[in-house]
């Protein structure tokens, strides 16, 4: 099999270009001369999520977990300079599917977290449920214009079962799930021009 590989600069504290190698047997890192090298079967663990930051809504990251060593955290950002990023979603992709074939091969069950964390999802859940209580309380306790009109108390139930909808679709948007690697959605990766 003839490696794929993906090339970025991480940020200014990188002293260069970063080269990221799938090969049959590995993961393969090669940076300022030094070679590092992630067996497949050490991974534990793959997440794939779109995760903009500022100057770089079209940011997605792809986490792996080696067994006993540190996350490795791949997005399609390429470091120019100060707040000015490339996107490298056209060797990003191929990359992450290449890396997502040869877990397979390696482990046939594998699956990856599409979305947000777990630990992270329910801090976001809490604040969204807060959220919607203290805007319903808002709409029960603050006078307004509704408290003049006949069943307004309904009205304003109303309004409160017409938020958790919305609510709710957040919800099951943002829920981790686990998808086979051989079937990665096109949502948990960049678009890529031309495609």
Do not use: C
């Not at 090339?7 to 504290?13: E, I, K, M, N």
């Not at 409160?160 to 609510?167: D, E």
């Amino acid at each position: 099999m003839e490696p794929v590989i993906y090339r970025r600069q991480r940020d200014r504290l990188s002293r260069s270009e970063r080269e990221w190698r799938v090969e049959d047997d590995a993961l393969v890192s090669r940076g300022s001369g030094a070679e590092k090298r992630y067996r497949w079967t050490d991974i534990v663990s793959v997440r794939l999520t779109a995760e903009p930051l500022s100057g770089r809504p079209w940011r997605y990251v792809f986490e792996l977990q080696p067994r006993h060593q540190r996350k490795i955290v791949l997005d399609n950002a390429h470091y120019l300079g100060p707040r000015e990023f490339e996107d490298r979603s056209a060797s990003y992709a191929p990359f992450v599917r290449a890396a997502a074939a040869r877990l397979v091969a390696t482990n046939p069950k594998a699956q990856a977290l599409i979305g947000e964390t777990p630990k992270r999802y329910f801090f976001l859940l809490l604040t969204a449920l807060l959220l919607l209580g203290g805007l319903a309380f808002v709409l029960v306790a603050v006078p307004n214009p509704l408290d003049a009109l006949p069943y307004s108390n309904l009205i304003k139930f109303g309004a409160i079962l017409l938020m958790l909808p919305v609510f709710w679709r957040w919800v099951l948007k943002a829920m981790p799930r686990g998808v086979a690697l051989d079937a990665i959605p096109e949502r948990a990766l960049p678009p890529v021009a031309g495609s």
